[in-house]
C-alpha cells in the first residue's frame, strides 16, 4: 500500500480541479470568457478527467493506505 500522496491519480484529478478554478476565477475577475461556451468546456474538461483516470486506472495496481 502506498501513501495518498504518491497516487498519480490523486494529483491528476488536483491538478485538474486547481486549473479548472483558476479559469473559472480568471474569466470572472476579467469579464472575458473563452471562446467555447461553458458547457462545452464542462463536457471537454469532463471527457479528459476520464481519459486520464481510465489510462491512470489501467497502470495502477497499488492500493492507497
Known sequence: MKP???SKTI???MIVAATTFVVAISQSVSG???PV???VQ???VSGFLIFIN???RAITGTPLR
Open 32 to 34: 472575458q470568457t473563452l
Open 11 to 13: 494529483w491528476t484529478n
Open 54 to 56: 481510465i489510462i491512470l
Open 42 to 44: 464542462g463536457v471537454i
Open 37 to 39: 461556451d461553458p458547457a
Open 4 to 6: 495518498w500522496y504518491q
